[in-house]
């Protein structure tokens, strides 16, 4: 069974720019979620998806938006790069539970420079 | 809100001690608690779920406890290896909020 595919690995943008990311789950998993990791606040929840709708936001300005597909795969865009954004941006996915997510299953990360 | 602690920051062992890693959080209302392993530049891999309900999960030389009461969960790595050295992280899915919270790691380093 396939992982969590994250494309691209690395990438380099300049303030201002905008950047989509993308993430392919485990066959079957439904839930995908995303996480921002940077190492003065470690790893910070952006958002969640089920079924193409988002679940659950985590504290990050406009900028950061998402969108799942009927196959599950989603994507995450950032408009206006900031410096700050710099970071590696993981994906996960996931069963869904009735009682929260089921275990989780991340990818290798987009490693995002800002320059 | 819940917040997720996970101290020391960073250890030091040699080759082949047990040693007991701390996770702590202060809401108690969790759904399931979640251990991971992630290497230098890499994603995190899931090592153990342990749901409310459950009190310990084993897989091979590692064992964790979940006592929510005491907002406490315990990573035991029994005859520790080089082979273990990475960044260990707790993370819980808590009710309250609906999101998954994340420790800010232990950095192990197991001395050959």
């Known amino acids: 069974k396939a992982g969590v595919t994250q494309t691209p690995r690395y990438l380099i943008k300049t303030r201002g720019q905008q950047v989509t990311l993308s993430c392919s789950p485990i066959s079957g998993h439904r839930s995908v979620s995303w996480y921002q990791q940077t190492p003065g606040q470690g790893l910070q929840f952006l958002f969640e998806?089920?079924?193409?709708?988002?679940?659950n936001k985590g504290n990050f300005p406009g900028r950061f938006s998402g969108r799942q597909f009927s196959n599950s795969r989603s994507e995450m865009n950032v408009s206006t790069l900031e410096l700050g954004d710099s970071a590696l941006y993981l994906c996960?996915?996931?069963?869904?539970?009735?009682?929260?997510?089921?275990?989780?299953?991340f990818g290798e990360g987009s490693r995002l420079t800002v320059l | 809100k819940q917040e997720v602690t996970q101290i020391p920051a960073a250890l030091s062992v040699p080759e082949g001690e047990n040693l007991v890693l701390n996770c702590s959080f202060t809401?108690?209302?969790?759904?399931?608690l979640q251990w991971f392993r992630q290497d230098p530049g890499k994603g995190l891999t899931s090592l153990l779920l342990i749901q409310s309900s459950q009190r310990e999960q084993t897989s091979g030389r590692l064992n964790a406890s979940l006592d929510k009461s005491s907002g406490r969960s315990t990573l035991y790595i029994a005859a520790s290896q080089p082979g273990d050295s990475a960044t260990y992280l707790c993370?819980?899915?808590?009710?309250?909020?609906?999101?998954?919270?994340f420790g800010k790691g232990i950095t192990l380093s197991v001395r050959p």
């Open positions: 998806y089920f079924s193409e709708t988002q679940r």
């Open positions: 809401d108690s209302a969790i759904y399931n």
């Open positions: 993370a819980v899915w808590s009710g309250a909020n609906s999101k998954l919270t």
């Open positions: 996960a996915s996931s069963e869904r539970l009735r009682t929260g997510t089921g275990e989780l299953f």
